[in-house]
C-alpha cells in the first residue's frame, strides 16, 4: 500500500527522517518495501512570469521570451510553444534544472541565447489528471497566483515522500492512512490527531429517497447508506488528486474521488449509486441467481453462475458485492442524486467471486482482508463530511442503518508471567498497559493479570498470544537475548530424490537443461496433443479455484509443458535445444484409497536443432536404462502425438517404461513449434521397477571377441527392435553385444523394403571362438531372421 509521507503527516507527527522512520517501522512490526521521493526527477523548476514574448528572427515557431522568476533580471528563454505568451504564470526550469528527461543546461537555439526552459505538464512528470493542462500541446499555465520563485514541487504536492507500506493478511486495519498513523503515533510516541467527523445535513427525510433490503446477511452482517441530492458533478481540488496520485489511485470526478479517498484514509471501500438510475429506488442485498448478468464499471460482461453476493435493484443486478460497480448505475456529469454504499461483507464470499470471474479490484482486496462492521458508519459520515467541505452536494438527514447481529469486542485476560516466558523478555504489567493503550486498547493490570479490550477496528487479537506480540513489536525485539541455535539435523534425501538425482546428472552431462512448469496447465493443451475421446489423459482433474483458464487443471502428462518451454525457446532465437523436466503427473482416471488422483513420477525429454534425430534422443533414453540396470524390449508404439512411424516404446514385461519419438508435425505446429521436434517420456515409477540390482563385477576378458556385421534387407515396415531381440535369442549366451548401424532405402534394394545393418560381437569366456562357431552362430541368426521376418542377407 502506497501512502503519501505529507498526508500521514496530518494525522500523526514524524520528527525524522524517511530513512529513520522506515527502520523504526519495520522495528515495529510495519513492513516498508520502499521510499520514492516524489520530486526527486523535478529540482530547480520554479514558478515565472512571462514579460514579453516575440517572435524568433530565425524561427517561424519559436518566440523569445523575457521571464521574471524573482530574481535581480528576468531570464531570455527561447520557447517553441505555441500557447506561450505574454503575462502568463509558467513553470520555468532554470540553468542546472533536473527534469525526468535530463538536466537542462544554457545553451543557443538559431543563434539566440536561451537560459533555461519554459516546462509543459509531460516534462515534468505532472499527468494532465493531477494538475490540468494542454498536455504535450504546449506549456503548462498556472491557473492560481503564486508568488515567484516558487518551487513548483509545492504547488503539484511533489515535494513529498510516498512510503509502499508491506500490508500483512492479519493486519487488514493497518490497509489505510489512518491505520498507519496509529502505528505510527506509537512507534514515534507523538500523538494521533484523527479528524472529528460531522456532518452538517439539509432538509427531508431519507427515507422518501431510498429503501435498503438485505436479503442474505450471513454474507453481509452490516449494510448501511446516506443520500445526497442536488449534487455538483465537479473537479476534486488539488489536495485530493494529490493524495490519490500519491497511491497510484485515478481521480475521475469529486463524488467518485470522496469515495476512494475514505478507502484510502479509513480502510472502509464505498461505492456510489446515481440513485435515479437503481429502478424504484430500492437497493437489494442478494446472492445472484443462475444465469443473470451484470455489466461492471469496466465495461466488461458477466455471467453469474449463482451464490454470488450482488447488488441489486427490484429488476436485477446493479454492482457485485464488494468488487466493483454496475456500469448503468454510473456517477456521470448528469447524477443529480447519490446513494453512498457502505457496508461490511463475507470476506470469504468476496473472495470466490473475484477469483471465479477473473479480476480483483482495491474494494475487493479491502474486503478479502476483512473490514470491520464497527467502522462502517465512520467511512459513511466522513463520505458526508467531505461532500459538506467540497460543496458537492446536500447531504439528506438520517441514515439507512441494518447491523442486525452488532458484534462486541470481548475483553481478554492473560498472565503478565505468561507474557514474559512467551515472549524471552521482562516487561513489567504497567509498561504493557502503556504500550497496549498507545495502540487504542482499553487495558487494566491488577498483580499478574493482565486485562485488554482490542478497539473496534482490530479483529485480529483473538487471545494471549496476540497480546504477548503487541507488547513485544513496542518493547523491543531487540530485548530478545541472543541464545545458541541446538539440536541437529537428522534430514536426508529419499531414494526416490536419490533416483532423479542420478537420471538428472546422467541428463546434464548429455547436455540437457533442466526445466520447471507448473503442475497445472489449460484443457486446450492436452486437446492439442490430438488424443483420442476415451483416453485417461484428458479426464484431468480440475482446479476448484483456478488463477486462470491456463491454469484449471492438473497436469497428466509432462509434454505439454516441455513443449510449451521448447516453443519459448524457439522464439527467442535459440536454435538447438535440449531440456528436460521431471515431476509428478496425476491420473484422475485412477484413484487411490483415499480417492485422490495416483500421482506418478515422470521424465520428459525434448530435443531439436542440429544433430538431432530420433536415434539421439532413444539413445539418451537407453543410456539412462543401462544406467539403473532396468531390462527393456523396443516395440512399435501408436500414440496420435508421435509421427507415424517414427516412435517406439521400451517395454519391459508388458509396462511401457518409455515412449520415444517424433513430434506430429500437426501438434508441433498448434505449439508454434517449426522443423523437426523430438521427444521422449519416461515413466520413471516404472524405470526403476524395471532396475536390477548391479550384480558382482566380472573380471576383464581373458578371450578376445569376434565381430561380425550383418546387412539384411525386410520389409520397410518391419519394426528392427523384434528382428535383435530374435538375433539374440538365437545367438544365445555367446552374443556380447548387438547394435543397429545403419539402414538405407533405395531402389538397390527394391522398392518397399529397406536393408539394416548389425554390428554383432560374440565372446567365449573359457576358449578363442573359431570361425567354425562363429559361423554356425551367424547361420542360426540368419535362419531365424529369414523364417521370422522374410529377412535376407543384402547382396
Known amino acids: 500500500m502506497k501512502v503519501s509521507m505529507n498526508l500521514l503527516k496530518k494525522y500523526a507527527a514524524i520528527p525524522v527522517t524517511p530513512e529513520e522512520y522506515q527502520s523504526r517501522m519495520i522495528m515495529t512490526g510495519t513492513g516498508v518495501e520502499g521510499i520514492d521521493d516524489l520530486g526527486e526527477k523535478l529540482q530547480n523548476v520554479v514558478v515565472g512570469r512571462v514579460l514579453t514574448c516575440e517572435a524568433h528572427p530565425n524561427s517561424d515557431h519559436l518566440h523569445v521570451c523575457t521571464v521574471d522568476v524573482g530574481q535581480a533580471e528576468p531570464l531570455q528563454i527561447v520557447c517553441g510553444a505555441p500557447n506561450v505568451a505574454a503575462g502568463q504564470l509558467v513553470a520555468v526550469a532554470m540553468i542546472g534544472a533536473v527534469l525526468p528527461g535530463g538536466v537542462i543546461k ?5 543563434g539566440v541565447e536561451s537560459c533555461g526552459m519554459l516546462c509543459s505538464g509531460p516534462e515534468m512528470g505532472v499527468p494532465v489528471e493531477l494538475y490540468p493542462s494542454v498536455g504535450d500541446e504546449g506549456i503548462l499555465v498556472f491557473r492560481e497566483d503564486h508568488p515567484l520563485g516558487t518551487d513548483v514541487r509545492e504547488i503539484f504536492g511533489l515535494n513529498d515522500h510516498v512510503i509502499d507500506f508491506e500490508i500483512l493478511a492479519n493486519r487488514p486495519d493497518t490497509l489505510c492512512v489512518w491505520g498507519v498513523a496509529r502505528e505510527t503515533a506509537a512507534a514515534m510516541n507523538t500523538e494521533l490527531t484523527l479528524p472529528q467527523i460531522t456532518v452538517r445535513e439539509a432538509d427531508g427525510d431519507i427515507a422518501d429517497f431510498a429503501r435498503v433490503e438485505v436479503r442474505d446477511s450471513d454474507l453481509c452482517p452490516r449494510y448501511a447508506a446516506r443520500v445526497i441530492k442536488n449534487v455538483r458533478i465537479g473537479e476534486s481540488p488539488a489536495w485530493l488528486r494529490q493524495a490519490l496520485h500519491a497511491a497510484g489511485m485515478r481521480y475521475i470526478n469529486n463524488i467518485v474521488d470522496i469515495t476512494n479517498f475514505v478507502m484510502l484514509e479509513n480502510g472502509h471501500p464505498m461505492h456510489a449509486f446515481d440513485l435515479d438510475k437503481v429502478r424504484c429506488r430500492h437497493i437489494i442485498v442478494r446472492r445472484a441467481e443462475p444465469g443473470e448478468n451484470l455489466r461492471t464499471l469496466d465495461g466488461k460482461d458477466h455471467a453469474l453462475r449463482g451464490g454470488e453476493l450482488m447488488i441489486c435493484d427490484e429488476q436485477g443486478p446493479t454492482g457485485l458485492a464488494g468488487i466493483m460497480g454496475g456500469e448503468e448505475s454510473e456517477i456521470t456529469e448528469n447524477t443529480r442524486e447519490v446513494l453512498f454504499e457502505a457496508a461490511a461483507f463475507d470476506r470469504t464470499s468476496i473472495r470466490l467471486t473475484a477469483r471465479a470471474l477473473g479480476f480483483r479490484t482495491e474494494a475487493s482486496g479491502h474486503f478479502e482482508r476483512g473490514v470491520s462492521p464497527a467502522t462502517v458508519l465512520d467511512g459513511l459520515n466522513r463520505a458526508c463530511q467531505l461532500v459538506n467541505e467540497l460543496d458537492a452536494g446536500d447531504v439528506v438527514p438520517g441514515v439507512i442503518a441494518l447491523y442486525p447481529d452488532p458484534v462486541c469486542q470481548q475483553p481478554l485476560t492473560a498472565s503478565v508471567a505468561r507474557i514474559n516466558r512467551r515472549a524471552g523478555v521482562e516487561v513489567s504489567g504497567e509498561e504493557m498497559v502503556r504500550i497496549l493503550r498507545k495502540l487504542c486498547f482499553d487495558a487494566t493490570v491488577d498483580g499478574d493479570t493482565l486485562t485488554a ?47 532423479n538425482d542420478r537420471l538428472r546428472e546422467l541428463l546434464t552431462g548429455l547436455g540437457y537443461y533442466e526445466t520447471m512448469t507448473f503442475s497445472f496447465l489449460a484443457k486446450k493443451k492436452l486437446e492439442q496433443l490430438l488424443l483420442r475421446p476415451d483416453d485417461d489423459r484428458l479426464n484431468a482433474l480440475p482446479l476448484r479455484n483456478p488463477l486462470g483458464e491456463d491454469s484449471a487443471f492438473m497436469r497428466t ?21 535440449r531440456i528436460y523436466e521431471v515431476g509428478k503427473v496425476f491420473d484422475n482416471a485412477h484413484r487411490t484409497a483415499e480417492n485422490l488422483p495416483t500421482e506418478r513420477g515422470s521424465l520428459c525429454l525434448c530435443a531439436f536443432g542440429g544433430g538431432e534425430d530420433f536415434y539421439s534422443v532413444r539413445g539418451a533414453v537407453e543410456l539412462m536404462c543401462k544406467a539403473v540396470g532396468a531390462e527393456y524390449e523396443i516395440v512399435p508404439a501408436e500414440e496420435p502425438y508421435y509421427h507415424p512411424g517414427r516412435q517406439a516404446a521400451l517395454v519391459f514385461k508388458g509396462q511401457r517404461v518409455a515412449l520415444v519419438g517424433e513430434i506430429h508435425p500437426e501438434v508441433a505446429e498448434s505449439y508454434e513449434l517449426s522443423g523437426r521436434v523430438y521427444a521422449a517420456e519416461i515413466d520413471v515409477d516404472a524405470l526403476f521397477a524395471a532396475a536390477e540390482p548391479m550384480g558382482h563385477v566380472k573380471p576383464i576378458a581373458r578371450f578376445p571377441a569376434v565381430a561380425r556385421d550383418l546387412a539384411l534387407v525386410m520389409q520397410d515396415d518391419q519394426p528392427v527392435g523384434p528382428v535383435m531381440t530374435a538375433m539374440k535369442k538365437a545367438a544365445g549366451k555367446l552374443l556380447e553385444d548387438i547394435s543397429l548401424f545403419d539402414v538405407f532405402r533405395g531402389p538397390q534394394v527394391g522398392l518397399g523394403r529397406k536393408s539394416v545393418a548389425f554390428s554383432l560381437s560374440f565372446r567365449a569366456e573359457d576358449h578363442t571362438l573359431t570361425d567354425e562357431e562363429i559361423v554356425r552362430l551367424m547361420n542360426k541368426v540368419l535362419k531365424t531372421c529369414r523364417e521370422e521376418f522374410g529377412a535376407e542377407i543384402r547382396s
Open 106 to 110: 544554457k545553451g543557443k537555439l538559431r
Open 453 to 499: 479490550t482490542a478497539p473496534s477496528f482490530r479483529q485480529d487479537v483473538e487471545g494471549e498470544a496476540d497480546l504477548c506480540e503487541e507488547v513485544l513489536r513496542y518493547a523491543g525485539y531487540d530485548l530478545i537475548p541472543s541464545t545458541e541455535l541446538k539440536g541437529a539435523a537428522n534430514g536426508k534425501r529419499s531414494a526416490h530424490m536419490l533416483q
Open 557 to 577: 502428462t509432462l509434454l505439454c509443458g516441455v513443449l510449451t518451454t521448447a516453443a519459448t525457446n524457439q522464439a527467442h532465437g535459440n536454435s538447438d535445444v
